[in-house]
């Protein structure tokens, strides 16, 4: 039987001055900032710069940031090669962890482990993800790659990217809107593995494939993709209350529901579900935010969980037209500032991260001879 230990439930395993969560009143800040107000009023790009930096870049270093950004979107043509050897049926999960690895081949100079290298793996990283995404997406299709513009913001030119089309403003936003919300979370599961990964001195490109890996699984960030698929399930509104009773009754987990530290809603739920119910309606189809909404209260009403920012995130990327096995990567491709920030903060202050188990196997076993075993 797991206990709370096994999960690490609580524990302190580090100290950073970058994400500040409070389970209990559901605040969630970066470097002091409330989340409402970078949802509101910030760009993802500046957001990763606060997340980088540790301040608010000015006007003038957030204009420079965007054009590094941009300029650092092409991938190599040796990693569009390779991901043209892979499989078409490749989890867009699989071929992202793939390419980050082998982007650090590309690197130019991987013995150059000072701050100000990292620093710059942080950005190339967080800019050129989008177009791995995007990359796959048109390459799993038979299509041509497209290539990035390098005069747009992230979430416009990964939307570009995506689509070929330029998205409308809103639709821009509401991708902005999602990235910001994602951006960071304190010690989360992948963060963790990528704090681990980068305080053996690994480099910042082994720690980002280590974060991938572990975001991908549905207890983490692929739970949206398997929200989706479950509000696509039920697919009438009148079927939402039954399909969640009979699951719970059967002791499944529903996904996008329940979280380690919030006892209280997720603040960033909250925000995304206001953009699900906005994207009803001006879609003329309010199907999916309105199951959304049974599929929360039933949830509440018989466990008293809330959702996370897994569960409304999928009807608003659903409602934007994002393929579902896209939902993880999207994520990912938020959450790469967060994880680079914090692999600068462990390389900044770093210690190797290696706990202890509780020994519980058997003592003493006598070794017996191979032919000899029964
Ligand atoms: C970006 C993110 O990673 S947000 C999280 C995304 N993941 C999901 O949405 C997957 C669904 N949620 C879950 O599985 C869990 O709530 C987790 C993994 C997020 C957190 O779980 P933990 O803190 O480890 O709680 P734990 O797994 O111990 O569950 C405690 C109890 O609540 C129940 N529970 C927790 N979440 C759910 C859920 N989503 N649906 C049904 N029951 C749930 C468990 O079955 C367990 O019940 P029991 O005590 O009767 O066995
Ligand atoms: O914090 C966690 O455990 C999960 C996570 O990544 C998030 O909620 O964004």
């Given at each position: ?217 549905p207890?983490?960030?692929?739970a949206n993709?398997q929200v989706?698929?479950m ?22 987990r529903i996904m996008g529901f ?52 897994d569960f ?63």
């Amino acid at each position: 039987m797991p206990t709370t230990t096994d999960g690490l439930e609580d524990i302190v395993a580090t100290h950073s001055r970058i994400c500040d969560l409070d389970g209990k009143l559901g605040k969630l800040t970066y470097y002091g900032v409330d989340i409402h107000d970078l949802a509101q009023n910030s760009s993802f790009e500046e957001t990763a710069y606060l997340l980088w930096n540790g301040v608010l870049p000015t006007r003038a270093q957030l204009d420079e940031l965007k054009l590094r950004l941009q300029a650092h979107r092409v991938l190599p043509e040796q990693i569009l090669e390779l991901m043209h050897l892979l499989p078409k049926t490749t989890t867009p999960m699989d071929v992202l962890r793939t390419s980050v690895s082998a982007l650090s081949a590309f690197d130019g100079n991987l013995t150059d482990t000072s701050p100000e290298a990292n620093h710059r793996r942080a950005e190339r990283l967080t800019a050129v993800m989008p177009t791995i995404v995007a990359g796959w997406e048109q390459i799993r299709h038979g299509r041509a790659p497209i290539t990035p513009l390098t005069d747009h913001d992230h979430a416009t030119n990964f939307l570009y990217m995506l689509t070929g089309k330029m998205p409308d403003s809103y639709t821009a936003h509401v991708l902005d809107v999602a990235l910001i919300l994602h951006a960071d979370h304190e010690l989360n599961a992948s963060t963790f593995a990528a704090r681990v990964t980068a305080a053996t001195l690994a480099d910042m490109y082994a720690a980002i494939v280590s974060a991938v890996g572990t975001l991908s699984g549905p207890l983490h960030g692929g739970a949206n993709e398997q929200v989706i698929r479950m509000l696509l399930r039920i697919g009438e509104l009148d079927k939402a209350e039954t399909y969640i009773k009979e699951a719970l009754a059967r002791k499944d987990r529903i996904m996008g529901f329940g979280h380690r530290v919030y006892r209280t809603e997720d603040p960033r739920a909250n925000y995304l579900r206001e953009i699900s119910r906005e994207l009803g309606k001006r879609t003329g189809d309010s199907t999916w935010f309105d199951i959304s909404e049974v599929v929360a209260r039933v949830v509440k009403e018989q466990k008293g969980l809330y959702s996370n920012v897994d569960f409304y995130s999928a009807s608003v990327y659903y409602m934007i037209g994002m393929p579902i096995d896209l939902d993880t990567p999207i994520f990912a491709c938020s959450r790469v500032s967060g994880w680079t920030a914090h692999v600068l903060e462990q390389y900044a202050h770093n210690r190797l991260i290696r706990p202890r188990a509780e020994y519980e196997g058997p003592k003493n076993t006598p070794y017996v001879a191979v032919d000899q075993r029964g």
